[in-house]
Every structure is written in C-alpha cells, then in structure tokens.
C-alpha cells in the first residue's frame, strides 16, 4: 500500500482553506428508493471536524498517487465501511479554485450495499430522498454545489 501523502491544509486562491495537498475527492452515491424517488447516501459529520454538524458526502484528501476516482471509492470505505465493490461510478463533478479542487464522483449503488462501519467522524448516515436534501443542515461546499450535482443526478441512469 502506498504512503497517504494528501493529509494537510492548504490556503487557496479563492481565499479559503482546504483539506488536501493534491485536492480531494468524495463520492455521491445514489440509488432509486423504495418510493420510486432517487435517494441519496450522506453522512452526518461529527461535531468535532471542520464544518462538523453538517451533512455531506464521504470524502476527503486524495493522495499524490490516486486517481479521484481510487480516491473517493477509499473514503467511502474508510468513513462508511462501503464496500468499493458495491458501487458503479458513472460521472464526475469537479469544483476547481484553480490551485486546488475538490471532485465528486457519481455513483449509483449495487442492491447488496452496506454501511456498517463508520469511523469517529460520522455521527449519523442514511439514505435521503432528493427532495428532502434541501431540508437539512448540509455541508458549506455541498451545499454551494447542490444544484449542480442534482443536474447530474436527474441525467444519470441507473444500469439495469
């Protein structure tokens, strides 16, 4: 296994500080609910991190050596124990500041996933209906980048 390089802030252009020498990645998983509406899979992040208390997706710091998509399928498995293999990546949405950036990759979810191992910095994770994400306290960047991935999520079809 190679070294975890990422881990650290960095000051960037836009003004803000962020998680990540080589940027971050996280991952938007998606499935198609008992209901017939699209939900989404988010994490409910413990107090104790930065922007702690707020609801977002698995994420974090990606390393020198990792694609962004080896990177966010890592932190899915680090801070939710989701199987990497239970997912299939279909798309990718970059926020770039230019010197730093931060990228989702849209997944939609095999019928066989769990997420039975949080780590400390999940106080809480379920599946959200689409319509109901607006209603919670969410993350400052996920929020800011809410209606585009929805865009995304509303173009991405689930295979069969």
Known sequence: MAARDGDGWIECRCGGKHWGKYGAAGILIFRDG????REIFLQHRAPW????????IPGGARDSHESVTEAALREAHEETGINPAHLTPHSLFTD??????????IAS???????????????????????????LDL????????????????????PI
């Open 109 to 135: 979810a095999h019928s066989e996933i769990s997420a039975d191992s949080p780590n400390d910095e999940s106080q809480e994770m379920r599946w959200v209906a689409l319509s109901e994400v607006p209603m």
């Open 139 to 158: 993350h400052p960047s996920f929020s800011k980048t809410w209606f585009d991935l929805r865009q995304l999520l509303d173009d991405v079809i689930t």
């Open 34 to 37: 008992e209901n017939a509406e």
């Open 49 to 56: 991190v930065h922007n702690g208390d707020t609801w977002g």
């Open 96 to 105: 770039d500041h230019g010197d730093w950036r931060y990228d989702t990759v």
